[in-house]
């Protein structure tokens, strides 16, 4: 109990400061949307969504080996020869795709950047910190170091929006943008570096455990860049198609869709391969099956109402924080992206059973044919559906991995999943959407005085039919310090 009081507190420190980095991301929506033009704003996604992109490939999966094979040792040179000679590889890889992005500045710039060769440039530079960054960022996941983790995490979007804020107001348009993403890149990485060199000291690897650490991330490639496929690939489909503004179009109302229910999954996919991989290294099943089933039915608590919530305000929400322009074109993407957002969850705490299993052949190879059945529907329903349909898309893909992933990951191991749960949810989400429907919120006090009214009025219909069993109160109380 001690150990899953300890998770959940902690699942509850991020999942505040995802609320800040989330939040920052949506301070800094309107800055773009409304200062840049519909284009540039097609053309700062299309970046997001490429430095998303190629750390998975260029990282050889070996950030998840680091949690996987390190976050239950104890020895601090075995720590060491993990650490090092994991980074060693990605310095090279990530050196090398640099170089690559950069001698092919011209075609891509061409094909997705509106013949802009000095931001790919620009996006060369920035990628070959952001893949170290990524697998930084996971050392502080792997031990659970909270406090860095949130620090590091808090601290990117601080800079970035500053920067950003500022390069946009002088006027440097897009430019300035990535500009600033670059700076925010370059402190981040020699702050994270400092960090974990005065934690685990300097030591040349002799690379000990290189080819078990590649046995297990490289079968990862596939699954990431799969899932990257089905995640963020609808945008290059978009501007290849239908030209950046329409990602312009797409982007805010993916964002919000997706963030909204983010927040509750980020904290999850952080904490639990480390917690789960040393509890089942100890041999206490009990409390891997425990960990697991509060982790489902506590973000389905939180995603449910959300998704019902920002469904019925999703033009309100977009006319707050974009352009009319922007709302009317986007605001029917949020109910797919968001549904897409909550079966993605709900992989994120079934899928570990996978891992703890070290079985991320069968994740990766469902991930490669969902990838291949999603960019073969955008294909045919972006030209025919616009934006809509690449939302529609996105949604049968992640229903279609919820969907594998359950069945190969229950063979292994299985955790009540209390359906009756659900259904309770679902029940007080539609009772607190009658009042939504009633009141017509406008504007950002309407609005956001319709969040908090709305979802008092959830957790009381959800306590009436009973929601929560005893022992649940009582394990919640004691999260919250009360007797």
Request: proline content about 4%; some cysteine; aromatic content about 16%.
């Amino acid at each position: 109990m001690k150990e899953l009081i300890r998770f959940t507190k902690n699942i509850g420190y991020i999942g505040i400061a995802y609320s800040l980095v989330s939040f920052s991301g949506i301070i800094l929506l309107p800055i773009l949307t409304k200062t840049l033009p519909i284009v540039e704003y097609g053309i700062w996604i299309q970046t997001v969504v490429i430095i998303g992109l190629i750390p998975v490939a260029a990282n050889l999966g070996l950030p998840y080996a680091l949690i996987r094979f390190s976050a239950s040792a104890n020895d601090k040179e075995i720590i060491q020869e993990h650490f090092y000679s994991i980074a060693c590889v990605i310095l090279l890889t990530s050196a090398f795709v640099s170089s690559l992005f950069f001698i092919f500045s011209e075609p891509i710039s061409s094909a997705l950047f509106n013949n802009n060769i000095f931001i790919v440039q620009l996006i060369s530079i920035i990628l070959f910190f952001e893949c170290l960054n990524a697998f930084f960022i996971d050392f502080f996941r792997t031990f659970q170091l909270i406090g860095q983790y949130i620090f590091f995490s808090v601290l990117r979007v601080t800079i970035l929006f500053i920067f950003i804020y500022i390069f946009i107001i002088s006027g440097y348009g897009i430019v300035g943008a990535v500009v600033g993403l670059l700076l925010t890149s370059l402190v981040v990485f020699v702050s994270q570096l400092a960090v974990i060199v005065y934690k685990v000291g300097i030591k040349i690897p002799k690379f000990l455990y290189i080819k078990e650490h590649l046995k297990f991330g490289v079968p990862i490639i596939p699954g990431g860049l799969s899932y990257w496929i089905m995640n963020s690939s609808d945008r290059i489909l978009i501007g290849f198609f239908l030209g950046e503004s329409y990602v312009g179009y797409y982007a805010p109302g993916y964002m919000i869709g997706w963030s909204a229910i983010t927040i509750f999954t980020a904290p999850l996919s952080m904490l639990l391969p480390s917690v789960l991989s040393k509890c089942y290294d100890e041999n206490n099943l009990n409390a891997v099956t425990t960990i697991l089933k509060y982790s489902f039915k506590y973000f389905l608590l939180f995603a449910i109402p959300i998704f019902f919530g920002i469904s019925l305000l999703s033009k309100s929400i977009l006319l707050i924080l974009t352009t009319p322009d922007i709302a009317s074109q986007g605001y029917l993407i949020i109910p797919f992206v968001a549904l897409s957002s909550i079966l993605n969850g709900c992989y994120v705490v079934i899928a570990q059973i996978l891992v703890l299993k070290k079985n991320t052949k069968i994740q990766g190879l469902i991930f490669i044919f969902i990838a291949i059945v999603n960019f073969g529907l955008n294909l045919f329903f972006i030209p025919y559906f616009g934006i809509l349909g690449a939302a529609i898309t996105t949604l049968i893909a992640f229903f279609l991995v919820f969907i594998l992933i359950s069945y190969y990951s229950f063979k292994d191991l299985m955790f009540n999943l209390d359906p009756y749960f659900v259904i309770k949810s679902v029940i007080a989400s539609i009772c607190m959407s009658l009042l939504i429907l009633g009141w017509h919120p406008e504007g950002i006090i309407q609005v956001g005085t319709s969040i908090f009214i709305c979802f008092g009025l959830y957790i009381g219909v959800l306590v009436l039919v009973g929601g929560f069993k005893k022992e649940e109160v009582v394990f919640l109380k004691s999260i919250l310090g009360i007797k």
